[in-house]
C-alpha cells in the first residue's frame, strides 16, 4: 500500500532545537509584541504541541532569557587588536542601538531582563581587551560599558516608545529619526569624552 500523498508532500518534520525555539520566538516577538509571546503561541509558530517545547526551555522565562541573551550577542561587534578604546565604545554603543531599533518590540524586555554575567562577559571580551591594552582597570572597563550600555538602552527605549507622529509636534517621519540620531550621538559623545578624560587621570 502507497504512503499517502499528503504525507509523502509533508515529509520529516524538522528537527526541534534550542536555536529554532529562540529563533521563532523572536519572529513573535518582532510581529505581535511581548504579551503575545507565550508557549502555547511559540508551539503554533513551530508547528509542534507546546509540550514539547519544555524539553529544550522549561517555562516562559526561560524563553525570554535566551531570547535577551541571543539579541545581545547580535550587537557584539569584532574589533581590531589596534582600536582604542574610545572608538571601540563607540562602535560597541552604535551596534546595541541598530539591533535595538531593529527589534523595537524586544527593547523593554532587554530593559527588564539582564543578560547572563557570564555570557555578557565572554561577548565583551574584545572590548574588555581593548581597555586593557590601555592599561585600565577591567572594574573601570566594566563601569563605562555598563554606562554606555545603560544609556544606550534607555535611549532605544525612549525612541521606541514614541508612537508616530507625537513627542516631537514639529518633526515627522524621517525627520523624527534623525532627531533621535542627533540626540544619540551628541549625548554618546559626551559620555565616551567624559569617560576618556576621567579614565586618563587615574592612570
Do not use: C, K
Not at 503561541?41 to 508547528?47: A, F, I, K, P, V
Not at 582604542?84 to 565604545?89: H, K
Request: glycine share 10%; net charge negative.
Amino acid at each position: 500500500m502507497n504512503e499517502p500523498a499528503a504525507r509523502r508532500g509533508r515529509g520529516r518534520p524538522a528537527v526541534l532545537t534550542r536555536e529554532r525555539i529562540v529563533g521563532a520566538a523572536i519572529d513573535v516577538l518582532d510581529a505581535e509584541g511581548l504579551d503575545a509571546l507565550t508557549m502555547r503561541r511559540l508551539g503554533t509558530q513551530l508547528g509542534v504541541a507546546a509540550m514539547s517545547l519544555y524539553r529544550h526551555l522549561p517555562n516562559r522565562d526561560a524563553v525570554l532569557a535566551a531570547v535577551v541573551d541571543h539579541l545581545f550577542a547580535e550587537s557584539v561587534i569584532d574589533l581590531e587588536a589596534d582600536t582604542p578604546w574610545p572608538e571601540a565604545l563607540g562602535r560597541f554603543a552604535g551596534a546595541y542601538r541598530r539591533m535595538l531599533l531593529g527589534h523595537p518590540h524586544a527593547v523593554p524586555l532587554l530593559a527588564t531582563h539582564p543578560v547572563d554575567i557570564d555570557l555578557g562577559l565572554e561577548l565583551l571580551a574584545g572590548l574588555l581587551d581593548r581597555f586593557g591594552a590601555a592599561g585600565i582597570p577591567r572594574q573601570d572597563a566594566l563601569t563605562a560599558i555598563q554606562s554606555i550600555a545603560v544609556y544606550v538602552l534607555g535611549h532605544a527605549l525612549a525612541q521606541v516608545g514614541t508612537p508616530p507622529g507625537t513627542g516631537t509636534p514639529q518633526l515627522d517621519g524621517m525627520a523624527v529619526v534623525a532627531f533621535y540620531d542627533q540626540w544619540f550621538e551628541a549625548g554618546l559623545r559626551a559620555m565616551v569624552s567624559g569617560f576618556e578624560g576621567q579614565l586618563g587621570q587615574e592612570r
